[in-house]
């Protein structure tokens, strides 16, 4: 102990010492003796495990200067029992994008945050942030010099942009149909300003994904959603195929039957692939990699809207660009970024996601209003409903 | 009290019992199968071999006194006297004798009523009144389609179409004809706001109930020449006339705006896939009386493309299921425009959220 | 003529005299010599198709005495241009179940309407009714009166039930899982009282299908649908399949393909059915009416809800009773009939109709009032937003 | 100003090319196919034949310096330094040396971070803040994931499922972690409306603003003791909190009726089905720390039910969709209720509307 304080028992947690997977009680366990606020927070913790409650308080806004997100305030409502967690605030780090690190990067941000906070991380949070969880305000200014010192900056919170994620893309994965980390890389420099200090109706984010598989969950968990895809033909390797078949692969069954539109045809000797009627899923190259991989022209389909349920319940990205190419400097994508973020900006009710905003006033004023066509592919299906707001009408001569 | 006893109330509709042919009591819920022996002919065999044919006939839904006394003549004729109409407008004749079916078509046709839509074929056109009896059409019912019935005629006489081809046709949004569940929707469609009748409105009309009408919140009550009176808020007006039912004098019709929609794609029958709604093809036709030329062929074209490209019992919107919209309009040469996009309250669940696209199809 | 009134010309209409398709205006115009209101009619809709307009006008209770509905007034705007159609109301009459007739009948029905009426009728109206077009006012009792006395009794109108109806069912389709035109007769017998006197918040519909084809559209078009249904296996009469298959049906790509759970299986020797994956869609039966049949425990499926959009968007009609028993006198139906009438006519707003008050009040709601449990076959899947309205909870000891 | 300039902002984070390992940099794009040679294990090939083995090891996520620098020696003596995290909270060791991949495997496993989580397997559970730093949870995040994770982790280990198990969990309708689009969700929620703080209320919050936010207008202004404060409707609560996240002074937290809700059969990639949400399966069930039995035993068999059902590569939606949800009821045993009828706003397109339905079923 830094500090001369009991050591909190905590007979309920211990519980979750236990089992194979690995414990997050041994993680503040192993801080319990070094660090005061380590043993307030198992305290606390175990506090809410005998009462079925939380005890945290939301509000006060505290944060770096001249930015105005990456931090969230936290107090606790039980800091007379748990004074070293009165403060508890986390820092959010823009993670590099992919989430890759060496010993050495991950060394130095070991080092920052066990001398200035709780020693106690997420890595990573919901939104592809590394959270530094909890720490007092005096101590946020000079982290945040530390880290710039080291290269790293903080990331969203607020209304602003948040930190944009991507999968490892072209880094590890063959299916990648854009460079998701240049691209995730780039967003987030050109949109530094949007990223730090507020100026949004709400949050705004971005996750890209390699391809269809979306390993991100961009089409559910990002406003702006970048998915990989192609335009041409599936690329494919007969011999490879019929390897799969005579390792024992039930093309038929596996493959075969599981395409969405049933454009494949496997008669025990060729796989043929009506490739006009491919909707690019990624099922039957997900099951056989060797054999099948995505075309050559590559790109993306853009999707905007995605969050959670509140209040109007949850949404999933829905499309707006059905494909688009994207290779650095990624002009044209940025210049549409700024042109959603533009009628949104303007005309966005405080807390209106730009999905929910979208909804609001309608997405074929958006589009016109952003400046892109209306295509069917933007839509499961035409409307429904007789209520058009015809625009357009004849005058008499 | 006495007069009022003497007044005869509620009695219902006569019991069908009265109308029955004397084959149909005697096999009523026993029939075994059916077969289709040619357009227009059904002939219903029951378990104990008893058979009965019926002879479907058009009729353009409007009849004249004159023309139900033909044709009760021709039932009796060839069906004992025993005639009933379809949930579409057509009537079957009901025949007992084999040998009177041909007679019976023949004579059909020759006075006027066309033999057909049975099996996988176009059969008439659910529709309503228009400018024949209503109020608040925005485009005639009967008229239109006669015109897209002469055109497509050879689909009511043929069984050659994919699959069963039901058009549908309501002159307002009210939708008296099936339209929001029809392969293929004929709409007539206002496109201009009301236009308050200022003088009269406070007089016919309570304004609050009709401020209270609007879906839109539109209306705003407001004073001219000294007189209580409403403004519409063009932006805000969706053209649905809602008001117009509420309150005379707020009308909505427009000569030169009024016109029609056309819709495609909803089903009713559980029949493999589940009942379905229209949705939207073309956004606005102009009214063009006494054929409504634009109307016809855009349905004509609609149905020949799904003619020539749909498998056998593909239904229109099964049919459009299985390639996309996009194709759709691609095949069909109609353009996608912002008002095909839902924005209205549950827009959401239309939009597509998903990657799944065919993009080089 | 019976009055000396010139004879409008029509050209425009007349080019509706025209085309194989039978013409609406030979019908005006069968009465144009005869009636004065023909020829103002015809007059009327001319003027109508040369300017593109309407001159009707709603508005004005008219009926007869005792009853809220059955007719629907009418006004020329044009009454001096054309003074005979300056009353020109509809009268509903309830048609025999199944639009069944014999001439007799249908003869009675033209003499009265002959004499007191236009002489043009819809044969039918949307909802079913015979449908009188065109009369005065003073001429609503007489017609009444002679209605009745010939057994014939006004339909439905305004905020009342509507004339019920059905398709022909087991009068002359093999299909029918139940009576639907013994229903349609008993239920509109029953509720008599309901249909011609206003006692909803607004109309009601009920529409009858002996099986799922549903060919009176009553899933579309009738807040109650009562759709026949079987709850055992489909019948089936393997010597007729392989009938059907050696007089060259494709049973494998006609009906195999198109089963909706794909639990059909063929072999080119016999047909197999999963009949417990089986929706009970008919579309096998339907391809082959001679072989397969719905099976021997026949019902039906009760919904609720369906209309067309004014004002909140078209509604289908859903799940109530996945499957009900129907024989006379149809006590359980009409005890459930009267118990979804109540909360609604108690509590929905005016011009609210049930599909619309269901969703505002909660299906889950309406179904406890009720008193019919939830089964999942009420709903496509379970909801997917979180606010769940929880009226049960613990307090403390 | 010199100030200001001397403070590094926007700086963005580091470029990932200086975290990459060698091969990657060299290969970067060029990757061929990978194989999976056992659970834990990818190594991806490239076109020029240079491999790199990624061995995939758990994490709770939560972890302390003490571990990273743990995991950071593991990276240093198998994978040259290299290692990544993954986007479900897992590192990978990126080995570019086959023989290093055994022992690599060896010693995380001897040092608590288990191998496993790829292929048709359960990863990591996707999770939130809890107990542990949230105000706004109604339930602890990560006790729970411990425990389900614990009584599950055969299937993280092994590649036995039919195809991938997403599970995750959020702590409150905010839903941080993704559960409105996962196989099986494990969500707090509330049961009680907020209780106001009357004494405080009106000096914290904002009361215009704090009506505004509830969507259901359940929020209604008063006075109490003389000074403002608001009243709830209990009725029209639907427990969201979002007046709870304007307004701290009304708490929603209650001890005995918080809990758990469960949900499935939602889903993210675009691979045969279109992405789609999470279902209610189970509306509430106690919390009860540390080990949620009552959760745990519950995300069990929905998974037992559908691993033995399910066909290969069919998600739990996938699967839920081909048998039907009354069966997913039937099958899990799980009991049907009013609470999973949709009534929020656009709940008219979760209705059955339709007669297909397996009654034999
Ligand atoms: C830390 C994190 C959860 C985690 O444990 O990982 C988190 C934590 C909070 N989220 Fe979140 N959200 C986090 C990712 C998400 C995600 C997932 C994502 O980004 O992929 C979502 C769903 C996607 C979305 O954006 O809709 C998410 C949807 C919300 C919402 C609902 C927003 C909505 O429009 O529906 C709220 C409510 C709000 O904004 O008031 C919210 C609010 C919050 C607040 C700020 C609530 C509050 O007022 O205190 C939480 C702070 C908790 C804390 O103690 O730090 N959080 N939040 C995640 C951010 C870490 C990071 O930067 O990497
Ligand atoms: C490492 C990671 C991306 C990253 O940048 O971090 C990743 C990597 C791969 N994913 Fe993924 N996926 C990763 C998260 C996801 C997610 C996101 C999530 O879970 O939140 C999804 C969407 C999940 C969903 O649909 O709900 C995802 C849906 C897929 C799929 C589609 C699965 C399906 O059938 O629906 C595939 C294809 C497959 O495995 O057949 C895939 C395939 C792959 C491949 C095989 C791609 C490749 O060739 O390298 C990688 C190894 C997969 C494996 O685990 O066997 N990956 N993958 C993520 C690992 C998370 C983890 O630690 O477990
Ligand atoms: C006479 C009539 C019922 C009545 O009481 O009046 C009727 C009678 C029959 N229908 Fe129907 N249907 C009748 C309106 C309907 C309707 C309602 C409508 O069109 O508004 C539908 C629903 C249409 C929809 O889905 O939008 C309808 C959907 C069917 C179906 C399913 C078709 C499909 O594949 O979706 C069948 C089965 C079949 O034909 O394969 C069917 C089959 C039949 C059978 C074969 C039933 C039988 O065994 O007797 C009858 C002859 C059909 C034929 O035309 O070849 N009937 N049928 C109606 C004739 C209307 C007309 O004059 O054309
Ligand atoms: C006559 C008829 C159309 C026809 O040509 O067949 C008709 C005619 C009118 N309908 Fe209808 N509806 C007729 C069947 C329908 C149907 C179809 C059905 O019943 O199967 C519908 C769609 C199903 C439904 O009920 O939703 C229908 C949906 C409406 C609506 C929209 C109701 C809604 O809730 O969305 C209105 C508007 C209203 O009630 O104010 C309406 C209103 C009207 C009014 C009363 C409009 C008015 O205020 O004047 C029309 C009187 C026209 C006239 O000149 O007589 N009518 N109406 C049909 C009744 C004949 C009969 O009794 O057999
Ligand atoms: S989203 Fe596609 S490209 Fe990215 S990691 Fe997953 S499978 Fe690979
Ligand atoms: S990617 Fe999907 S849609 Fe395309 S062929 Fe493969 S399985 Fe079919
Ligand atoms: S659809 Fe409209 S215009 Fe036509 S009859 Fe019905 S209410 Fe009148
Ligand atoms: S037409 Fe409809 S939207 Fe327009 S003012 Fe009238 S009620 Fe409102
Ligand atoms: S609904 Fe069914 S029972 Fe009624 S006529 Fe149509 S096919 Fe026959
Ligand atoms: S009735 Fe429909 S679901 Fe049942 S076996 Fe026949 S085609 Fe399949
Ligand atoms: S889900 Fe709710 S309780 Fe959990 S971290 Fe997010 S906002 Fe906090
Ligand atoms: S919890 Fe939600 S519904 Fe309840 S009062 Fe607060 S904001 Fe309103």
């Known amino acids: 102990m830094t500090d001369n304080v009991k050591k909190h028992e905590t007979p309920l947690l211990d519980e979750l010492l236990k089992g194979p997977w690995p414990s997050f009680v041994k993680e503040f366990k192993t801080l319990q003796d070094k660090k005061a606020v380590a043993n307030d927070l198992l305290g606390q913790l175990e506090y809410s495990y005998k009462t079925k409650l939380g005890y945290w308080k939301h509000g006060g806004i505290v944060g770096v200067m001249g930015y105005g997100g990456g931090v969230i305030g936290r107090y606790s409502s039980l800091a007379e029992m748990f004074p070293a967690v009165k403060h508890f605030h986390t820092i959010r780090v823009n993670q590099p994008a992919g989430w890759f690190y060496t010993s050495k990067a991950l060394r130095t941000l070991c080092d920052i945050w066990e001398k200035r906070g709780s020693g106690i991380t997420n890595m990573h949070g919901s939104t592809g942030d590394i959270v530094f969880l909890g720490t007092n305000t005096e101590e946020l200014e000079p982290i945040f010099e530390e880290l710039t010192k080291e290269g790293f900056d903080l990331g969203g919170s607020g209304s602003n942009l948040r930190t944009p994620s991507c999968c490892n893309g072209q880094a590890r994965c063959e299916w990648a149909c854009y460079d998701t980390m240049g691209l995730c890389y780039d967003l987030t420099q050109t949109f530094q300003d949007e990223l730090h200090r507020p100026q949004f109706p709400y949050k705004f984010k971005i996750k890209m994904a390699g391809c269809p598989n979306d390993c991100v969950a961009s089409i559910a968990r990002s406003d702006l959603s970048i998915i990989g895809t192609w335009r041409d033909n599936i690329q494919m390797d007969q011999s490879a195929v019929l390897k799969y078949a005579s390792d024992g692969l039930d093309i038929q069954k596996i493959v075969v039957m599981n395409c969405p539109t049933k454009c494949l045809d496997w008669n025990g000797k060729e796989l043929k692939i009506d490739n006009s009627n491919c909707v690019k899923c990624m099922h039957c190259i997900n099951v056989m990699p060797k054999a099948l991989a995505p075309g050559k022209d590559r790109g993306a389909t853009v999707l905007l809207g995605s969050k959670a349920p509140i209040i109007e319940g949850a949404m999933l990205s829905s499309v707006l660009i059905p494909f688009i190419k994207l290779e650095p400097p990624f002009k044209e994508l940025k210049d549409v970024i700024g042109r959603i973020w533009e009628p949104w900006a303007e005309h966005g009710k405080n807390r209106e996601r730009i999905g929910e905003f979208i909804e609001r006033v309608g997405k074929g004023n958006f589009l016109e209003e952003v400046g892109i066509d209306p295509v069917p592919e933007m839509v499961k299906h035409p409307r429904e409903n007789p209520y058009i707001f015809y625009d357009e009408y004849l005058e008499d001569e | ?361």
């Open chain 2, 1 to 361: 009290m006495s007069e009022k006893q003497a007044r005869i109330t509620d009695i219902g509709p006569p019991h069908h019992d009265k109308f029955l042919p004397p084959v149909i009591k005697e096999n009523y819920g026993k029939w075994k199968y059916h077969e289709n022996p040619r357009p227009g002919v059904l002939v219903h065999v029951s378990h104990s071999g008893a058979k009965i044919w019926s002879v479907r006939c058009a009729t353009p839904r409007i009849l004249s006194v004159i023309s139900i006394r033909k044709i009760c003549e021709l039932a009796d004729k060839y069906a004992d006297g025993y005639l009933r109409f379809t949930s579409r407008n057509n009537f079957e004749l009901l025949i007992t004798k084999e040998a009177n079916v041909d007679p019976a078509i023949k004579e059909a046709i020759a006075i006027g009523y066309p033999v057909g839509g049975t099996g996988n074929s176009l059969s008439n056109i659910v529709h309503t009144q228009g400018w024949v009896h209503c109020h608040s059409a925005a485009t005639d019912a009967s008229g239109v389609v006669k015109a897209v019935m002469d055109e497509l005629f050879v689909h009511f006489q043929e069984q050659k179409l994919p699959a069963k081809l039901r058009i549908a046709l309501a002159c307002c949004l009210n939708m008296c004809g099936a339209v929001h569940c029809s392969d293929i929707s004929i709409l007539g469609v206002h496109r201009r706001p009301p236009k308050a009748d200022d003088a009269n409105l406070g007089k016919i009309c309570e304004v609050p109930n009709l401020i209270a009408s609007c879906p839109t919140a539109a209306i705003r009550p407001t004073t001219k020449n000294g007189v209580a009176t409403v403004e519409i808020e063009e932006e805000k007006c969706m053209f649905c006339a809602n008001c117009y039912t509420v309150c005379p004098a707020l009308p909505i019709n427009d000569a030169l705006n009024d016109g029609v929609s056309i819709w495609v794609g909803g089903k009713v029958s559980n029949a493999r896939s589940t009942p379905s709604f229209s949705k939207l093809a073309i956004p606005w036709l102009p009214n063009t009386p006494p054929r409504w030329p634009e109307v016809v062929s855009a349905v004509k074209n609609i149905v020949d493309v799904w003619a020539k490209d749909a498998r056998p019992y593909e239904r229109v919107g099964e049919w459009v299921s299985r390639i996309g919209w996009p194709r759709f309009f691609k095949k069909t040469g109609i353009e996608f425009t912002k008002h095909h996009i839902d924005d209205f309250k549950h827009c959401g669940g239309t939009f597509a959220t998903s990657t799944q696209m065919r993009h080089n199809g």
